[in-house]
């Protein structure tokens, strides 16, 4: 029976935030390879706020997942890292690819401080 109640269901906001997070993670994974094709300075400092926020967002729903104790932690520095990358993202605003990934790591950082708030 102990068993049984460590597997009560995810919240819906929990469920919400992994959803964010993965949704997060696909964006920035397919924006890493349009900034690739592209070449030049701005695309590189891109990258490396696409690779630190897809990183983390799949980790961050990982651990989410499995009900770790480190999960506000991790929230909290995922939606840090979400809102760095959504920054990176709008200095090409002409883009909508990266427009689109900015939105989705918005929305991330919002559900993940909320879960991080949760969680305490």
Not at 7 to 15: A, C, N
Request: negative net charge; proline residues 3%.
């Amino acid at each position: 029976m102990t068993q049984q109640s460590s597997m009560t269901p995810l919240s819906k906001e929990m469920q919400d935030a992994i959803e964010a997070c993965m949704s997060c993670h696909t964006l920035c994974e397919e924006c890493m390879s349009a900034c690739m094709q592209m070449g030049g300075q701005a695309q590189m400092q891109i990258m490396r706020a696409l690779m630190d926020c897809s990183e983390l967002t799949r980790m961050c729903a990982d651990i989410m997942m499995r009900r770790s104790p480190m999960a506000a932690e991790m929230c909290a520095m995922c939606a840090k890292t979400c809102e760095m990358c959504a920054e990176a993202c709008m200095a090409m605003p002409d883009d909508p690819q990266l427009m689109r990934c900015a939105e989705a790591c918005r929305r991330c950082a919002q559900m993940c401080r909320s879960m991080a708030g949760a969680t305490h």
